[in-house]
């Protein structure tokens, strides 16, 4: 299964944007790039989902690499709520294993 | 209804004990989900059912025993768990295991059941 490789951690300031980029070098032509988040004592949320395009939702915008080996998750204004841990996984809609492998992801702390 | 409802919030259990995890959604998914979470680490798949059926076992111990009696529900049956399988237990649905078309195949966690072995 293709990797992904995300920071261990990051930090943002309240009501600013925050960029959290992946990396998924090996990612194939059918693998679809899917980020989920969990908030403390909550189960995982999905977030965003996208192949090849730049997608958009209420949550956060998803920008993808031209080439596809690494996107950026957007959160365009990071509330105290938005701190999380934030996976991105590859998920591969071909013949390969469809479920949800979750990586390390990366910590979001927000500062008031 | 959108949501993934799991009983007990909280167990203990003995080494000896027979105890068991509830999971229920209303919302006509027909995949369902156990996955496990030790404490500051990623949820790891266990289970997957679909429609109804045991799709995928990720080589879990036999102490873990899931069921699944109807697309509402499923169950988690333990019995005679070790002090290491005390962690977090998670159920998750979604509308069926893959979307070829969209890609989605969201899945909706539940809030999960924290086991305490002791």
């Known amino acids: 299964d293709a990797k992904t490789t995300q920071p261990n951690s990051m930090e943002s300031n309240e009501e600013e944007p925050v960029h959290l980029p992946c990396n998924h070098s090996t990612i194939s032509g059918t693998d679809y790039i899917h980020w989920y988040r969990q908030l403390p004592s909550q189960g995982p949320e999905y977030v965003i989902h996208g192949l090849t395009s730049n997608v958009n939702n209420r949550m956060a915008s998803l920008a993808i690499a031209e080439d596809r080996k690494s996107s950026t998750l957007i959160l365009h204004r990071a509330t105290l709520r938005d701190a999380a841990v934030y996976y991105c996984i590859l998920r591969d809609s071909g013949a390969g294993s469809y479920q949800l492998t979750f990586g390390k992801g990366t910590k979001l702390s927000v500062i008031p | 209804d959108t949501e993934v409802t799991q009983t007990p919030k909280h167990l203990v259990m003995g080494m000896t004990n027979k105890k068991s995890l509830k999971c229920e959604q209303h919302m006509g998914h027909r995949a369902m989900y156990w996955y496990k979470q030790k404490a500051k680490k990623p949820p790891e798949l266990m289970f997957v059912?679909?429609?109804?059926?045991?799709?995928i076992n990720e080589s879990v111990p036999s102490r873990f025993s899931p069921e699944c009696p109807n697309s509402s529900l499923l169950n988690l049956h333990l019995h005679a768990l070790q002090p290491e399988d005390s962690a977090l237990y998670l159920c998750?649905?979604?509308?069926?295991?893959?979307?070829?078309?969209?890609?989605?195949?969201?899945?909706?966690f539940g809030a999960g059941s924290r086991l305490t072995v002791l």
């Open positions: 998750a649905s979604s509308q069926d295991i893959r979307d070829i078309k969209s890609g989605a195949n969201v899945l909706t």
């Open positions: 059912y679909s429609y109804e059926k045991l799709s």
